[in-house]
């Protein structure tokens, strides 16, 4: 019998890309699964594809759009109507927009998208994975260079905007709030953990410029090969209770750097974090 059998798994943007292959391995595993998507034909798509490659049934699907706060607090809602335990959270879901925008919630996109929604809905979640524990965290993030968190220009207002300057602080932020995280879980049961995939054909690249996404498909390995940390970090024994750590290639990768150790800046992100999404 496998380990996953009768263990509930959550995945963000679980319709595609790194988030389907995720989906797949673990429904493979046995575990009932349940994806996050924007589309509902794309979903539902997906679901049925996931379920019949894996041979599984117990795959779900949940609505929603993470750029908007509500639909994030709506899929949250669900997700605790349908399930009494939650094991698995694995935040995936990214963007990257070639144009500077904002939510209807006030919020630069790729950060409310990439960072801000995962925060809102892990910490929606997290009593229900308190009392599913053993449970675990896992966190899609990145190390680029020269990124750094500016908190006091979060929604990149200042400098010029790239999707690459916009992307940098809002995985950055996503391996912060992962050490903040599992810092506060300490004792609980809960591990969290952040990864870097690597570079994977992927929908992310599908606004950018054809120049662009042309070098990065060249550059890019398939999708599976980038979700083979994060099924690691969710399903394998051998890292239950390995907590606050930054995963590639299924293994861990030294975390060096002013803000990587700046304790007092995970916790004034954590704080700004709960403002920006009017958490109690």
């Known amino acids: 019998m496998s380990e996953m059998q009768g263990r509930v798994c959550v995945i963000t943007g679980g319709t595609g890309g790194i988030g389907r292959a995720t989906a797949l391995a673990l429904a493979k595993q046995g575990a009932t699964v349940v994806v996050l998507g924007r589309s509902r034909e794309r979903g539902e798509r997906a679901r049925a594809e996931i379920a019949q490659e894996s041979g599984n049934d117990k795959v779900e699907l949940v609505i929603a759009d993470l750029a908007a706060q509500?639909?994030?607090?709506?899929?949250?809602?669900?997700?605790?109507?349908?399930?009494?335990?939650?094991?698995?959270?694995v935040n995936n879901a990214a963007v990257m927009l070639p144009k500077r925008e904002v939510t209807g919630d006030g919020i630069e996109k790729m950060f409310a998208t990439n960072y801000l929604?995962?925060?809102?809905?892990?910490?929606?979640?997290?009593?229900?994975?308190?009392?599913?524990?053993?449970?675990?965290?896992?966190?899609?993030?990145?190390?680029i260079r020269g990124a750094r968190i500016d908190l006091d220009d979060l929604m990149l207002e200042k400098g010029k905007y790239s999707s690459?300057?916009?992307?940098?602080?809002?995985?950055?932020?996503?391996?912060?709030?992962?050490r903040e995280l599992a810092r506060r879980l300490d004792g609980t049961g809960v591990t969290a953990n952040a990864l870097y995939p690597g570079m994977a054909k992927t929908a992310i690249m599908d606004e950018?410029?054809?120049?662009?996404?042309?070098?990065?498909?060249?550059?890019?390995?398939?999708?599976?090969?980038?979700?083979?940390?994060?099924?690691?970090?969710?399903?394998?024994?051998?890292?239950?209770?390995?907590?606050?750590?930054?995963?590639?290639?299924?293994?861990?990768?030294?975390?060096?750097?002013?803000?990587?150790?700046?304790?007092?800046?995970?916790?004034?992100?954590?704080?700004?974090?709960?403002?920006?999404?009017?958490?109690?």
Do not use: Y
């Open 70 to 89: 509500d639909d994030v607090r709506r899929a949250a809602a669900e997700l605790l109507q349908r399930h009494a335990k939650i094991h698995v959270l």
């Open 208 to 280: 950018s410029s054809w120049l662009m996404k042309t070098s990065m498909h060249l550059m890019s390995g398939t999708p599976e090969k980038g979700a083979r940390t994060s099924v690691f970090l969710a399903s394998d024994p051998g890292v239950a209770g390995v907590t606050g750590k930054m995963f590639a290639k299924c293994r861990e990768v030294p975390m060096r750097g002013a803000q990587l150790d700046d304790e007092e800046l995970w916790q004034r992100l954590w704080d700004r974090s709960a403002q920006l999404t009017e958490l109690a």
């Open 164 to 178: 690459f300057a916009a992307l940098g602080p809002s995985k950055l932020a996503v391996v912060l709030f992962t």
């Open 117 to 143: 929604s995962h925060f809102l809905l892990t910490n929606l979640l997290l009593d229900r994975l308190k009392a599913s524990a053993p449970a675990r965290i896992v966190s899609v993030g990145a190390l």
